[in-house]
Each structure stands twice: as C-alpha cells, then as structure tokens.
C-alpha cells in the first residue's frame, strides 16, 4: 500500500516567505516550484491535484511535501554534495579565468579567443567556454571611455542637457554629430547585373575618391 502524503500546517510568517518566494522575479523557478507545492499542500489539496495544477510528476510533490513536513523551509533547500561533481578542479578553473584576462602573446593576436586559450593552456575548448560564461569573461568585447579633464564639464553639461529638457518658447534644439574620414570608393569596372542562375558581381578592385563627412542633426 503507498504511504500517505503527509498533511502541511503552515503559520503566517511561513505562509508570508512562501508567498514572497513566488512573487519574486529574482527567485530561481527549483525554489518557485517547491514553494508552491507547500502552499497547495497547505490549502488542503492531494497530491494529484497539486500534480495536475503545476504540471510535475506525483513523486516530486510527495517529495516536497515531506521535505517540508520534515524539516521546515530548510528542507526545501537543496542538500549539499548533491548533483553532479566537476571534472575539473578549481585551480585549473581560476588559471583559466586569470589568463584569459591577460593580453595574449603576439603569435596569438590581440584578443583570446577559445580555441586559442585552450591550445595556450592544454584543456578542451569546451572547458574554457564554460569558465568563461561561468565568469561572464568576454575577450572579444571592448567598450570605449573617455574623462573630460575640463573644470567646468559638470555646469557646461548641465546647461546642455536643462536645455534639450526645457528649451525656450517657440524655438527648436537640434544635436548635431558628424561622421569624418568616410572613405569614397568606387569599383575600377562597372557593376555586372544580376542573371538568371547568377548573382549580381562587383570586382574586387576599388579606387578612392576622397573622403567624405556625414552631418546629422536630431
């Protein structure tokens, strides 16, 4: 004969952390999941119902609800040495990390690449793309910054920007940028059109013809 699903008596302050477990977008969906059992479980519901209601199987709620009968909302957390172990150790890990983060020798390029880390460092690529997402370590992103070192940076920005939030009465404010050193190139043939069975084609050889400025204005 199985064994009957222990009943769940919870209190305000409990029912307060389950409930606030479920709201939170910050939660992870195991810890949702294990909440919401405990709370169906509480308002009276069997098992099957609390399976067909959050579409897991019988035994995972059996599970949770007996955690919980068990151990409180401790038991809904999972025991340590539990899943999977790593293949790899930790210091191999951290070596990893720590030279993706260094500029690579000049046979390598200027940025790491996976292949090229892990050819570097003797380990598959698919170690060192985990390290790396593990790490949210991207090589091949960089972004661009930039200090102004005039004194009066602060109150000139601020009279720009109080002026795109409140221009003057009946008037316009346009934000100019310009793009400089555009190239103008153009084929040295002219362009062979596009066929039946053959794509348009452009030669390979370009002559310049100056550069140019785009001016844009918001």
């Known amino acids: 004969m199985a064994r009957r699903a222990p009943s769940i008596v919870i209190d305000s302050q409990q029912r307060l952390t389950l409930e606030a477990v479920v709201r939170s977008p910050t939660s992870a969906q195991r810890d949702v999941l294990r909440a919401r059992i405990v709370l169906l479980a509480a308002e009276g519901q069997r098992s099957d119902q609390i399976q067909q209601a959050l579409g897991v199987s019988k035994p995972v709620v059996i599970m949770w609800r007996r955690r919980y009968a068990h151990s409180g909302l401790s038991g809904l957390a999972d025991q340590t040495g539990r899943g999977r172990k790593r293949l790899h150790d930790a210091t191999l890990r951290h070596r990893i990390a720590a030279t993706a983060c260094t500029d690579p020798p000049p046979s390598v390029g200027t940025h790491w690449s996976v292949r090229t880390l892990a050819k570097h460092l003797g380990v598959g690529p ?90 844009a204005a918001l």
């Open 126 to 215: 698919s170690l060192v793309q985990s390290v790396l997402a593990a790490e949210s370590i991207q090589p091949h992103r960089c972004r661009y910054w930039k200090h102004s070192n005039d004194p009066e940076f602060e109150p000139k920005m601020l009279a720009v920007v109080g002026l795109y939030l409140d221009p003057p009465g009946n008037a316009v404010v346009l934000s100019v940028d310009e793009k400089t050193s555009i190239q103008a190139l153009d084929r040295t043939q002219p362009r062979l059109p596009m066929k039946p069975h053959r794509i348009e084609r452009l030669s390979h050889e370009y002559k310049r013809n100056g550069t140019a400025a785009l001016l």
